[in-house]
């Protein structure tokens, strides 16, 4: 966008940020309800009783089955907000909206080989239940441990990704500053809650709390207005 734009086409280009303000808040509420759905009331579940997934998760395949369906459909939409902002985001700041963009497409593949995991998870705990051995249990323990490491490394590139996203916002006032600086530092925090796990110690999930203050809040936004005529620095 530049000052030599006319009228009509400052016109248009608000209204296309307003309608790829609108898509993407729709498309961050796909997100932000189906997962809570898959990891809390479905697998939280099967993976905390007692035995954990091994001894569970046969009995429950539906359950476990529709979890990692919800888990790929969430990573989809990962991919589909990034390709939504693509056309948006390009024009503001090439390199920005590229690392979105890859960001968003590499949750897209964290998500589906963690889902994968799960679903690797029922067919071992299938297994075992038709015919126990010390083989399957060691198997098991290396699908589960794969399964969490893919869980967490999804985590910190979905920090990553939302990082990057309120940056943009930020920096061309796409929404209010002050939504888009929270969001930045919500992001971070999520990065630090999950960096613990790296070094053998719990994650700090107090640290996650913010980010869905900001979610919730930037959807609020979105879905009212959508995004204002960019401008940049």
């Known amino acids: 966008w530049t000052g030599r734009q006319s009228g009509g086409a400052r016109m248009t280009d608000a209204v296309d940020a307003r309608r790829a303000g609108r898509i993407i808040g729709v498309l961050i509420v796909l997100q932000l309800v189906p997962a809570p759905v898959a990891n809390f ?10 035995g954990g997934y091994l001894a569970n998760a046969a009995a429950y395949p539906l359950q476990v089955t529709t979890a990692a369906l919800l ?3 969430v990573g989809a939409v ?10 948006l985001f390009r024009r503001l700041n090439q390199t920005m909206a590229l690392w979105f963009l890859t960001l968003s ?10 889902n994968v995991g799960v679903l690797t998870m029922l067919s071992v705990s299938k297994q075992a239940a038709a015919a126990p051995s010390v083989d399957v249990q060691a198997l098991a323990r290396t699908v589960g ?29 796409l929404v209010p500053r002050a939504l888009a600086a929270f969001g930045m530092v919500a992001a971070v925090l999520e990065i630090v809650a999950v960096l613990p796990v ?7 999930l107090q640290l996650v709390a913010p980010l869905g203050l900001s979610q ?13 005529h960019p401008r940049a620095e």
């Open 105 to 114: 497409v590499l949750g897209f593949v964290l998500l589906t080989m963690e």
């Open 198 to 204: 790296y070094f053998g110690e719990r994650a700090i």
């Open 71 to 73: 888990g790929f459909f």
């Open 78 to 87: 990962s991919a589909g907000i990034g390709i939504t902002a693509w056309p």
């Open 41 to 50: 009331a479905l697998l939280a579940p099967v993976l905390r009783a007692p």
């Open 145 to 173: 441990s794969a399964k969490s490491w893919l869980h967490y490394t999804n985590l910190m590139c979905a920090g990553a990704t939302i990082c990057v996203l309120y940056a943009v916002l930020f920096r061309f006032r």
């Open 216 to 228: 919730f809040a930037l959807v609020g936004v979105l879905l009212t207005r959508g995004f204002v």
